[in-house]
């Protein structure tokens, strides 16, 4: 079965860092794109930052300089750590890969920055 789990969410303080992790089973990370969604209450699902097989990266504007995303290959995982976390980032974060027509989300969670 082809999976993508999220973890490492939860409550934070403002000002504060997570990272979260996304782990994959039942395939290879290698050749797929991978990228961070959230999705806030009563708002859509935006796009937060990518990695490509070739491990450049792009990061929406508002956070940018505050949230890094990597990934190891060899362990099928992918993080993304967020510092300096703002009440606005108060989200559902899901992951996602992509490689030609196949794509496949993880379930989400939350992460919550709150004092």
């Known amino acids: 079965q082809l999976q993508l789990a999220e973890s490492g969410g939860g409550l934070v303080q403002p000002g504060g860092s997570m990272r979260l992790s996304c782990a994959a089973s039942g395939f290879t990370l290698d050749y797929y794109s991978i990228a961070w969604f959230r999705q806030a209450p009563g708002k859509e699902r935006e796009g937060v930052s990518c990695i490509n097989k070739f491990a450049t990266t792009n990061y929406a504007d508002s956070v940018k300089g505050r949230f890094t995303i990597s990934r190891d290959n060899a362990k099928r995982m992918v993080y993304l750590q967020m510092n300096n976390l703002k009440p606005e980032d108060t989200a559902v974060y899901f992951c996602?890969?992509?490689?030609?027509?196949?794509?496949?989300w993880g379930q989400g969670i939350q992460v919550t920055v709150s004092s």
């Open positions: 996602n890969a992509i490689k030609d027509a196949s794509t496949y």
